[in-house]
C-alpha cells in the first residue's frame, strides 16, 4: 500500500478536503451510462458537478481523454456542447453511441431488431457472416462464439447508422465474455467450453437493456456532441480559446493498459490497433519494465497540457481527476506533479481535493492499491 501521509501533499493555500467528491451511495449507472464496460471511467456524478459549477449553458466542454463518454454524455444533457477525444476506437464508439441524437424511430428499429436477435441462435436461420481476420483469433474464441460473432455483426451492418452504432457498441460490450480473455482486467486465457448461442443470448439482453437506458433520455433536449479519433497531444481540429471548460481523468501512470484489454473488441469493430497501441500514454507493459522511470509520462502529459492551454479561452477551468502512483518500487506523486506542470505553463491552481475510492466496486488494477485520488481544479 502507497504511504499516503508522503505521497499526498498540501499546497500552502489551498484546502484540501476529503468528503466532496466521494458520492459513495449515488447511482453511477443511470441510463446510458451503464451501456458498456470501461476500467477506470470516473462517476458521472463528479463531471456534473464540475460542468454545473464552472461553466454555463451554451458553453463546450472539452474531454480529451474522454473513454466511456461520461463527461460528454452529462455536458449533452446539461446544454453543454461537448467534444471528446481518445485515440482508443472502442473508446470513440462508445462516447458516440452515448451522445447521438436519437429519434423515436431509432427506438422502433432497435426493438425491431431485438425481436429478430433470438432467432439467431438457431443454426438453422438463414444469415450472412462478417468476420474479421486477425492472428491467433481461434486461441481467443471459441469456433462456435466466432460465427455467433459473425452472424450477429452482419446484421447489425445492415442497421440504419445510428442504430448501427448503439448495436454495435453493445455487441462490443459482450466480447470479452464470450472469449477465452479472462475479465476485462487480465488479459490471460482461460478456457472454458462455450454454448453456441451464447453470444446471441447475451446480446439480445444488453440491447433489451440499452433500449430501456435509451428510451430514459430521447426525449430529453441535448446540446451537440463530436467525438475524435486522436492524440491529446495535438488536436488541430479544435480551434484556438474555442474550449470554455476542460473535464477529464487522464490516463493514471502505470495502471492498465487500454489498447491490449480492449484488442479483441478493436479487431470486431475495425478499430485500429496499432493507433489505440503507440498512442497511449502511461500503459502499464510500459512502466512495470525493469528500471522504468515515470518522467516519459509527464513529458506525454505536459504535451497534453500544453495543447489544452492552447484551445482553452482565457479565464477557462481544467478540472482532472487523477491517482498517484507506484513506479519501480517508488511512489509518484503524480497529482504534484501535474500542478508543478501547470505553473511552468502559467496555468493557476484554484483548489483541490482528495476523493476516496471504494476500493470493492474499483474496476482496474487492483494490485495498484489505489484508495484515493486527487481532483484538481485550474484556470487558465
Same mark, same amino acid.
Given at each position: 500500500?502507497?504511504?499516503? $501521509? ?46 454545473? $459549477? ?9 474531454? %480529451? ?44 428499429? =432497435? ?6 436477435? %433470438? ?13 474479421? !481476420? ?12 466466432? $460465427?455467433? @460473432? ?8 445492415? =442497421? ?29 486465457? !482461460? ?15 444488453? =440491447? ?12 430529453? %433536449? ?43 473488441? @478493436? ?20 512502466? $512495470? ?22 484551445? @482553452? ?43 476516496? =475510492? !471504494? ?6 488494477? !487492483? ?14
Amino acid at each position: 500500500m502507497i504511504n499516503r $501521509t508522503a505521497i499526498y501533499s498540501n499546497i500552502d493555500g489551498v484546502r484540501n478536503t476529503c468528503d466532496d467528491w466521494d458520492f459513495h451511495d449515488e447511482e453511477t449507472q443511470a441510463h446510458l451510462h451503464g451501456l458498456h464496460p470501461y476500467p477506470a471511467r470516473f462517476i458521472p456524478q463528479i463531471p456534473r458537478k464540475a460542468i454545473l $459549477t464552472w461553466s454555463k449553458p451554451g458553453d463546450t466542454i472539452l474531454d %480529451p481523454f474522454c473513454g466511456g463518454g461520461t463527461t460528454l454524455l452529462e455536458g449533452i444533457l446539461l446544454q453543454r456542447n461537448a467534444i471528446g477525444v481518445d485515440n482508443n476506437a472502442v473508446a470513440c464508439l462508445i462516447s458516440r453511441a452515448k451522445t447521438l441524437d436519437y429519434s423515436v424511430q431509432d427506438v422502433a428499429e =432497435l426493438e425491431q431488431f431485438a425481436s429478430f436477435v %433470438p432467432s439467431l441462435a438457431d443454426p438453422n436461420t438463414p444469415s450472412g457472416i462478417s468476420i474479421p !481476420q486477425y492472428k491467433n483469433m481461434e486461441y481467443w474464441f471459441a469456433a462456435e462464439a466466432i $460465427t455467433d @460473432l459473425g452472424r450477429l455483426r452482419w446484421h447489425i451492418e445492415q =442497421l440504419s447508422e445510428r442504430c448501427r452504432i448503439l448495436s454495435l457498441t453493445v455487441f462490443s460490450s459482450i466480447i470479452v465474455r464470450v472469449s477465452y480473455q479472462d475479465s476485462d482486467t487480465r488479459y490471460s486465457r !482461460q478456457y472454458y467450453d462455450y454454448i453456441q448461442g451464447t453470444a446471441i443470448r447475451l446480446f439480445e439482453n444488453k =440491447l433489451l437493456d440499452a433500449i430501456r437506458r435509451l428510451k430514459e433520455i430521447v426525449w430529453k %433536449p441535448k446540446a451537440k456532441c463530436s467525438v475524435i479519433q486522436g492524440d491529446s497531444r495535438c488536436i488541430p481540429e479544435i480551434p484556438d480559446e474555442s474550449v470554455d471548460m476542460i473535464v477529464t481523468s487522464p490516463p493514471y501512470l502505470n495502471a492498465y493498459d487500454y489498447h491490449k484489454y480492449h484488442r479483441h473488441r @478493436l479487431y470486431w469493430i475495425n478499430g485500429d490497433v496499432p493507433f489505440a497501441r503507440d498512442k497511449e500514454i502511461g500503459k502499464h507493459d510500459t512502466f $512495470t519494465r525493469r528500471g522504468a522511470k515515470p518522467e516519459p509520462y509527464f513529458e506525454d502529459m505536459k504535451d497534453c497540457f500544453t495543447e489544452w492551454k492552447r484551445v @482553452l479561452r482565457p479565464g477557462g477551468y481544467i478540472l482532472i481527476v487523477i491517482g498517484d502512483a507506484i513506479v519501480s518500487g517508488q511512489p509518484v506523486a503524480v497529482a504534484d506533479r501535474f500542478i508543478e506542470l501547470f505553473a511552468e505553463l502559467n496555468i493557476s491552481l484554484v483548489d483541490r481535493w482528495t476523493r476516496t =475510492l !471504494q476500493t470493492s466496486r474499483k474496476s482496474f488494477n !487492483q494490485a495498484a492499491r489505489i484508495d484515493q485520488e486527487h481532483v484538481l481544479l485550474f484556470q487558465k
